[in-house]
């Protein structure tokens, strides 16, 4: 059984990835003009920031550097986040998206966009916001429900206010 030079790359670099307290969340090498890119995604429940990556970054490079995984052509390594509107694939990134605003496209057909209020093993419970002067309606979605499901992108939210109000105000 033959693996390709992404899962190579993975069972390389993920124990590297878990050691800084990162999930590896996607690998990829694509061809950009003559040269290659390594791209590589990580995460973690606390987010990653630019310390992290820098780290993370710099441990890659070296791991890299000692083994062939790559060749002996050039390349660029690129390690980042996930973007705001990341896909949700795993459990954990529900878990991570609690709170947010989610667009779910349906194994039955259909689209349904919800905040993600609790997330466990069979499951989430979402809250629809109403539309039209109707109050917001609770629900709850199975994984197999779920053929697809990405974080939309808030500007600003009713709640971010509030919160920010209250925060002044115990400041106060």
Request: proline share 2%; glycine share 6%; net charge negative.
């Amino acid at each position: 059984m033959s693996t390709t030079q992404s899962e190579r790359l993975r069972e390389l670099l993920e124990p590297l990835v878990t050691s800084q307290g990162l999930d590896l969340e996607e690998i990829a090498v694509d061809s950009v003009g003559r040269k290659r890119v390594l791209r590589v995604v990580v995460d973690s429940d606390d987010g990653a920031d630019l310390d992290a990556i820098a780290d993370v970054s710099r441990a890659l490079s070296a791991k890299l550097d000692e083994t062939d995984a790559m060749g002996d052509a050039a390349y660029d390594l690129e390690v980042g986040t996930p973007g705001a509107e990341r896909l949700l694939t795993e459990h954990r990134h529900f878990v991570r998206a609690t709170e947010r605003l989610v667009k779910f496209q349906l194994t039955e057909g259909g689209e349904l966009v919800a905040r993600i209020v609790q997330v466990d093993d069979e499951g989430l419970d979402v809250e629809v916001p109403g539309v039209k002067g109707r109050k917001a309606t609770n629900r709850r979605l199975a994984y197999p429900e779920i053929a697809r499901a990405r974080v939309q992108v808030e500007f600003s939210r009713k709640d971010d206010k509030v919160k920010k109000d209250m925060k002044e105000e115990e400041e106060a």
